[in-house]
């Protein structure tokens, strides 16, 4: 794995409740909000005025994915 | 336009990386704003674009007044999807397309086949550093 890739987002996301709906900072290095829904996160953004962010659902495992 | 590679852990250990966007989603009919940014991952395996019901919701759509269409994956086990209509936003683009919605997708969303790649050139290079892809607008008369 090329060490360019982002291993802080990597461990953020391992931290990250499995399953669930997670916000990342900007810089995607940490979590910033999580929520059972989409729109529970996206709730969440907007009470801590949080403005950049991307929002990700996490899976039941991290599992590799062939789609 | 160029984007890295998104890195994922695996339960191996290790990581993994995928070909993803920041992408959003606002309701056609609607004419509401987009909604926040979500990571889709790019997939010219699948047929259509398809997005999590979460999502969906979030923007006012009745999920299940869709028109039902199914879709299988790697386990051909068949999935029922609701087509609606949406604006698709990824950077820099606007598209109207026809996307599926289920709450069976192990993630946000998928940009697939129609919707997606029918607009973009897309130019896949793992090997080069960092690894990214680029998109190359299409514009069909």
Redesign the interface.
Known sequence: ??A????A???A??AAPLDS?I?LAEDETRIVATGA???EV?RR?DEAGVE??????T????????? | MRFAYKNYPTNRGGDDWWAALPTQLANSAKHSPPCRKFEALIDSGAAICIFHSSIGESIGLRIDRGEEDETTGVSGQATKIYLHNVSLYVPGHILKIKAGFTDQLPLAGILGRAGFFEHFKVTFDPSSNPPGFELERIHRA
């Open positions: 794995m090329p360019t890739l982002n291993i987002r990597s461990e996301l391992r709906w916000a829904t989409y729109e996206s953004l950049d962010s991307v929002i990700i659902k899976p039941k495992s991290w599992i590799r994915f062939a789609v």
